[in-house]
């Protein structure tokens, strides 16, 4: 990222007045996440015991047509929960549970369905935790089990349980609370269909809580927003080199003054180094509106999973929290406003194997 964001010599960032004074604030409730009010949250399902995983191509404990308690062959069609499975079936496979995409964050617990309805749970978005490490991470319900005479509450995907750090037996939470239950994916049915009419919120979701900052190292490479100035995109970068060297590149203030709002490490935890409210040097040309998360890796690195649950749930606060729409979720690169399109090969291949926007879109309608 050496050069990437190095200013031209004709221009220089508009955003390098570290000590400016901050205007009155527009959103002080971002700076203060810590003394927000919790809404009072409303469990309708919890269960806490030991898991093991399934699904996907691998899963010889599923017989080849074995399907799923809450997905029908239809639902492949359904943008909304397309994302869930591969995009064609592996060789012999019929059912859908041997189709799962492995990689998705996906569980499955013994339902009552008295009291949680399938197709509420269809909707539903659960809170999925490792009590011993503290990791979290949501994931959607797609079957019931496993079997009570296994002495497990759950399955997950697979690649739900090695981005929790959970292996066979090991303990999970799951809570699905009603503040959670309407899914964060938007759904792309026509209207007046079916799935539409479907897809209505049972409940109105009320704020997300911004995911846990593990050090606020703070960065002087920022200035304040002009007033008046609205946050509507977030751009995703890749650091291109280690953690450290990432952090203090972002607090030298006597080279190329950059800064990000966010870092990711490969193990999810995320470090904060510039206030929402300030504008960070990280897209140049594109400062003034943005906010800016590196994500930890090399040009050949994709996402960790950790790294990649970590950013989602981020990328989901930040968006309700700033009212930023979906559809400006950008790669460095393809930033509109970036001064040197075709500049940088940021963010590399951590969203996918194609430098390109669509890739970037790609993750983001099937993971945030
Ligand atoms: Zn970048």
């Given at each position: ?18 000590q ?13 996440p ?5 809404p ?10 030991k ?11 599923m ?40 990689d998705?964050?996906y ?16 909707r ?16 959607r ?38 503040l ?27 704020a ?72 960070a ?16 890796g ?42 040197r ?22 993750w ?5």
């Amino acid at each position: 990222m050496a050069q990437k964001r190095k200013p031209s010599k004709k221009k220089k960032p508009a955003a390098r007045r570290p000590q400016h004074k901050k205007p009155a604030a527009k959103r002080p409730q971002s700076k203060k996440p810590a003394t927000k009010i919790p809404p009072v949250e409303e469990i309708l399902f919890r269960v806490e015991g030991k898991m093991s995983t399934f699904g996907g191509p691998k899963d010889t404990g599923m017989s080849t047509d074995e399907g799923l308690a809450l997905f029908a062959p239809t639902d492949l069609q359904n943008p909304k929960y397309s994302y869930l499975f591969l995009p064609t079936p592996p060789p012999g496979i019929t059912g859908l549970g041997r189709r799962l995409n492995p990689d998705k964050y996906y569980f499955a617990c013994r339902w009552n369905y008295n009291d949680t309805p399938k197709e509420f749970l269809k909707r539903a978005l659960a809170r999925v935790e490792n009590p011993l490490n503290g990791r979290a991470a949501d994931a959607r319900p797609v079957d019931w089990g496993p079997n009570i005479a296994t002495g497990r509450v759950a399955d997950l995907s697979p690649g739900l349980a090695a981005a929790l750090g959970l292996e066979t037996d090991d303990v999970v939470r799951i809570t699905i609370s009603a503040l959670r239950a309407t899914p964060v994916k938007p759904g792309k049915a026509v209207k007046g269909s079916k799935e539409a009419k479907q897809a209505a919120p049972v409940s109105r979701p009320a704020a997300l809580a911004k995911p846990v900052v593990k050090q606020f190292v703070r960065s002087p490479n920022c200035s304040c927003r002009q007033v008046g100035t609205k946050i509507d995109k977030i751009v995703l970068h890749c650091t291109e080199g280690s953690l450290a060297s990432a952090l203090a590149e972002f607090q030298q203030n006597d080279s190329r003054k950059v800064s990000a709002h966010y870092v990711i490490d490969r193990n999810g935890d995320i470090y904060q180094m510039v206030n929402d409210a300030d504008c960070a040097n990280h897209c140049m040309g594109a400062n003034h509106g943005s906010i800016g998360i590196e994500h930890v890796g090399s040009e050949t690195d994709s996402l960790a999973p950790p790294q990649a649950a970590a950013s989602a749930a981020l990328i989901r606060w930040l968006l309700q929290e700033h009212q930023i729409p979906r559809t400006n979720i950008f790669g460095h690169d393809f930033t509109p406003g970036y001064c040197r399109p075709g500049g940088t090969s940021c963010p590399d291949k951590l969203f996918g194997p194609v430098h390109s926007q669509a890739t970037i879109a790609a993750w983001v309608a099937a993971n945030v």
